[in-house]
């Protein structure tokens, strides 16, 4: 079926206006009509061809919240009207060890990405969701809590799940000192869910301002980690610390902040980064990272948003705007994800 998108053709071309095919409801397909689509920079780095070469024309978006339309004749897990999302992930091989698990995010045959991703069953590539609509498998579908802000809940299928995804397998608990470093789309999400958990919330930045902003998202302490005697402060006291720095740097002076025995996980970089071995053998410390999350598990993380009334921070923009807001993230000029309302595309 024909649908209007927005589509990236070249690394060095604007978005703009583009029609797409969709394909036609298979036996376990839902067609849902998009209402919200998030902003990633992932979004970004794949339209210019900063992950390398994509599959252009490009359709990116994979933070969707909309309404199911239509459902196959065998899906049993929604019906028409039901308030749905779809993040990172529109299929999986489903039968590797991984996909057993729950954690079809680490498929061992590659899961198939929601959009600019040719391992679909069904064949082509895959569109996102800056567009009118999309059909997906009901088990790549989630159920978003009715009672929390729709539109600022888009970010949580990515951004959202890349966060709780590490606090809940490092089993972040009330009591323990959380770091959380950088203070971004990911970062804001980190503070919200660890202080939500019962944690001690501690922003680790550069920045005095955003150290602020941190602690009226919930922070309970601030670490400029550029003051040596703050750092030096808080050596040897953290039961976990989450990285959403997204670009390379250094993780040593970081690393002197945690315990005996605990982890420092990445979600930002996807890049070299520099590490001295000494610093982990001496306290036995861990680096690690972690990948967004299974569907299980990004529906417990939906369920508790709904229960502690968790959503993003957003900026509402309309898609004719998209351009300008690629620009802006570049900057870091939003508080903290931007959403599409997909109605403008109409």
Known sequence: MSTKAYAAFAATEDLKPHIIERRNLDAFDVFIDIDYCGVCHSDIHTARAEW??????????HEIIGRVLEVGPNVTKFKVGDLVGVGCMVESCQHCHSCDEGLEQYCENGFTGTYNSKRSKF????????SENIVVNEDFVLTIPENIDVKAAAPLLCAGITTWSPLRHWNVKAGDKVGVIGLGGLGHMGVKFAKAMGAHVVMITTSAKKGEDAKLLGADEVLI????KQMEQHNYSFDFL?????????LNPYLGLLKLDKTMCIVGAIEPIDLHGGILINKRRN???SLIGGIKETQEMLDFCGKHNIVSEVEMIDIQNINQAYERMIKSDVKYRFV???????
């Open 242 to 250: 989450l990285n959403t720095i997204p670009v390379k740097h250094d």
């Open 52 to 61: 390398g070469v994509p599959n252009y024309p490009v359709v990116p978006g």
């Open 225 to 228: 980690s550029t003051d040596p």
């Open 287 to 289: 680096v690690a990272g």
């Open 123 to 130: 064949g082509g590539v895959t569109y996102g969701g800056y």
């Open 340 to 346: 599409i309302d997909m109605k403008s595309l109409k």
